[in-house]
């Protein structure tokens, strides 16, 4: 809070990352607000989930998954450096070909399915995720770019 102060803001509130994407969501898109949204970023190594519907968080999740199991298994996968692997990932021209990438991503995809689907003891009600959720999850990382 300090560097807010001293950056001369008041700041009216502070909120948990996730749940501060959720209401940003609700802000903008008000007339989604009755649907269930899966709301996600990944991060470099956790990737935060906030599901909401009608102004509520329905599920919220941090998994340790991020980009940089990705770039891990691309570099082990086709032993380069993670430099040059992170170049890849990203579609830099680094003399790897896309269809090289592929293997390493499909199993890293494979294994954050399992991960996601694993019960959770931090949605707000301390329970595994509804149905709905669930496929509303899968539902947005199919749409989601690897």
Known sequence: ???VDQAGFNPLIVDVD???LGNQW???FPSEAREAVALIDIGAAIMKTN???GGATIFARDIPFGGNNYTQAIAQRLNISFQQ???AK???DVGVKWETL???L???SRELSLESSAPSTTSPRRRSPSASARSCWRAAARNCPA
């Open 106 to 108: 499909e199993a890293v």
């Open 1 to 3: 809070m300090a560097v």
């Open 26 to 28: 609700e802000l903008n």
């Open 18 to 20: 996730g749940f501060a």
């Open 85 to 87: 692997a992170e170049d």
């Open 51 to 53: 599901v909401v519907r």
């Open 90 to 92: 990203l579609g830099k």
């Open 102 to 104: 592929v293997p390493p």
